[in-house]
């Protein structure tokens, strides 16, 4: 049975995702919750980083730190997880090393060594292994008592494959690209192995409380658009087209479903016709060059470079005028965020800044 939460007072995110007209376009951004908040750091004090993803207490904690901050000014929570849940369910060791990023000790070498045979295999009980996840979600969703929608997530094939075979993150992409140009039909194996679990993890978030679903396909500029049709796109509509099935067959409601391919910049109109409500833009894209291509066919999420915020105030109102000015004010078919995720180092009162800055320039 489905859990009863406080119902939504604020829901311009999920109206926003739908096309519809909105009073003011919603805001949040991406890693909203993390290492630029000093109470991140006191939260989570000396515990490892997976270990604050497994603890559903934890976990929404950090979920809620940036929403109670920044109260009145943002829109929607994200619930605190990592992409890299999912290899580990698959049964592959990461670890989070400190100011490094995430660690593999054993990636995946070729299709030949029994690890990958291991791995594309395994049965694995999406529910059993992710289980602290749904936790996590409905715990926050009663902690956000219909304050603002809470959005789950997932990696997207292509970037959770770079991840299983560079063993972190990476600079020249060796591995990834030995694995698509050398194997691709066993690439494509294990990038489809990857999309039928996304498609589970992110029903299981929806039955767990999750309104709203966002792909994370961080590394999906290191492809050429051909390469994105073969290795990428395939696996991103496979997610699109399959999760509103699966939350039928589970006796669900649809939710909006938002799609980040970050660098794509080639593959725009593709996305737009890609089965998602949201397309997330990075800040290579033009606002008003972004909108024309998009012509009303999705939601557009973004995109000023997370960068301005090491800009100052003057910075900031200029980008946010930039923006806001390309979306033209965004009463429909736009979602305020960053081009990507909020960097360490950010000072949080002008992250604060740049929502009120929103407020002000999408105002009539
Ligand atoms: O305390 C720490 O040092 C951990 C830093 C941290 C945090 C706060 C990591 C390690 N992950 C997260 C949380 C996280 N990761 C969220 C939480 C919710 C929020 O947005 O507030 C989300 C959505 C992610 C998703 C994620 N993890 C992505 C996709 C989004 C993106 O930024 O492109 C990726 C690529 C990761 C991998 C990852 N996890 C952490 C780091 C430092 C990285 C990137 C490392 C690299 O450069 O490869």
């Known amino acids: 049975m489905q859990e009863q939460f406080a119902p939504l007072k604020n829901d311009l995110l999920l109206r926003a995702a739908k096309g519809e007209k909105v009073e003011r376009p919603p805001i949040w951004v991406m890693r909203q919750a993390g290492r630029y908040l000093p109470e991140y750091h006191e939260a989570k004090g000396n515990r490892d980083f997976f270990e604050c993803c497994r603890s559903p207490e934890v976990a929404s904690t950090l979920t809620l730190q940036p929403i109670d901050r920044y109260a009145g000014l943002i829109d929607a929570a994200i619930i605190f997880s990592d992409i890299l849940v ?84 990476s600079k020249f992409f060796v591995q990834s690209k030995k694995w698509i140009y050398k194997y691709p039909k066993e690439s494509q194996a294990l990038l489809q192995k990857i999309a039928e679990i996304c498609v589970e993890y992110l029903a299981l978030q929806v039955a767990a409380g999750a309104q709203l679903v966002q792909v994370f396909d961080s590394w999906a500029g290191e492809l050429s658009p051909s390469s ?80 301005i915020l090491y800009g100052g105030r003057e910075a900031i109102t200029a980008a946010v005028e930039n923006m806001a000015e390309g979306f033209q004010k965004g009463k429909q078919g736009w979602i305020v965020n960053l081009g990507h995720g909020v960097t360490p180092f950010v000072d949080p009162e002008l992250l604060k800044f740049y929502f009120e800055e929103i407020h002000r320039l999408t105002a009539s």
Request: contains cysteine; aromatic residues 10%; charged residues 20%.
């Open 228 to 307: 994105f049709t073969s290795f990428s796109l395939p696996y991103l509509r496979y997610i699109s087209a399959n999760l509103p099935k699966r939350l039928q067959e589970k006796g669900l409601e649809p939710v909006p479903m938002t799609v980040f391919a970050k660098g794509a910049w080639y593959a725009l109109d593709d996305l737009c016709q890609s089965g998602y409500n949201v397309v997330g833009l990075d800040w290579l894209h033009d606002a008003g060059e972004a909108r024309r291509i998009a012509n009303g066919r999705v939601t557009i999420q973004g995109n000023a470079d997370p960068g």
């Open 86 to 169: 999912i290899p580990q369910a698959m049964g592959m060791k990461v670890e989070m090393v400190d100011k490094k990023g995430p660690h593999f000790p054993e990636p995946l070498s070729s299709p030949t060594d029994g690890q990958y045979a291991q791995v594309l295999e395994k049965q694995v009980d999406v529910k059993a292994e992710l289980d602290y996840v749904y936790k996590a979600i409905t715990l926050t969703r009663h902690k956000l008592q219909g304050r603002v929608p809470l959005i789950g997530f997932c990696g997207a094939p292509w970037t959770l494959l770079c991840y299983m075979v560079e063993g972190g993150g």
